[in-house]
């Protein structure tokens, strides 16, 4: 039972456009959630972080957005650069404890 | 910020050799550490958490006789791949809980584990 997704497998996007990806999830126990940025044969890059009691956080040219009801979340990254291409995943934290679950990622590419 | 380092970056072993990966927190205590594997273009499962001064809780599904995890102290947790196997070839990557600020989840760089 796969408690966060990520429907998008990759993501093309021209430089200097905005790229969004998409992560949704089912356990409503998650409070807290993460998008980290990976690329191969490394360990992932904390990106930014939102609690779910927002619906907006902000870090530069990144947003990340939450929509509790839809159980929806969602990385804005503008404008994008060709170093931003790499995977993105998004990860969730349970109130009831410590560990992330993951989603399956989407591989995010920035055409010059 | 907090530094978390695994080591060996890779390794190549036979099969039916143990392979140990160490994952140390540098400038932090980590009471909390977690291992995850991640298979060619999959997310990152989670194996176990790793407790220091007690024994790793293990997810469904993981051998725990397979993958020891120890951690003996705050900065330093360690997982060996016993009688390793062609199966067991991938990318080993180690977290540690950080309360001390910021997001509190650092990541070690991984470490590519092949058995031939």
């Known amino acids: 039972d796969q408690q966060v997704k990520q429907n998008s497998p990759s993501l093309s996007v021209q430089e200097g456009r905005i790229s969004i990806l998409n992560c949704d999830y089912t356990?409503?126990?998650?409070?807290?959630f993460l998008w980290y940025k990976k690329y191969p044969a490394e360990g992932p890059t904390f990106l930014i972080s939102i609690s779910s009691i927002k619906d907006k956080n902000e870090d530069g040219r990144f947003t990340v957005f939450l929509n509790k009801s839809a159980k929806h979340l969602s990385l804005h990254i503008v404008p994008s650069q060709p170093g931003d291409s790499a995977v993105y995943f998004c990860?969730?934290?349970?109130?009831?404890?410590?560990?992330?679950?993951f989603g399956g990622g989407t591989r995010v590419l920035v055409k010059p | 910020g907090a530094v978390v380092s695994q080591h060996p970056s890779w390794v190549i072993c036979k099969s039916g050799t143990s392979v140990k990966i160490e994952c140390r927190s540098l400038d932090f205590q980590a009471t909390t550490m977690f291992w995850y594997r991640q298979f060619p273009k999959q997310s990152l499962m989670l194996m176990a958490t790793?407790?220091?001064?007690?024994?790793?809780?293990?997810e469904q599904g993981v051998e725990k006789d397979k993958f020891l995890i120890n951690h003996a102290s705050l900065t330093l947790s360690t997982l060996t791949v016993t009688s390793a196997h062609p199966e067991d070839s991938s990318f080993y990557i180690c977290?540690?809980?950080?309360f001390g600020g910021g997001y509190g989840y650092t990541f070690g760089s991984g470490t590519r584990l092949t058995v031939v």
């Open positions: 790793s407790n220091e001064g007690s024994k790793a809780t293990y």
């Open positions: 356990n409503s126990m998650f409070d807290y």
């Open positions: 990860a969730a934290r349970s109130a009831a404890g410590n560990k992330l679950t």
């Open positions: 977290s540690a809980r950080d």
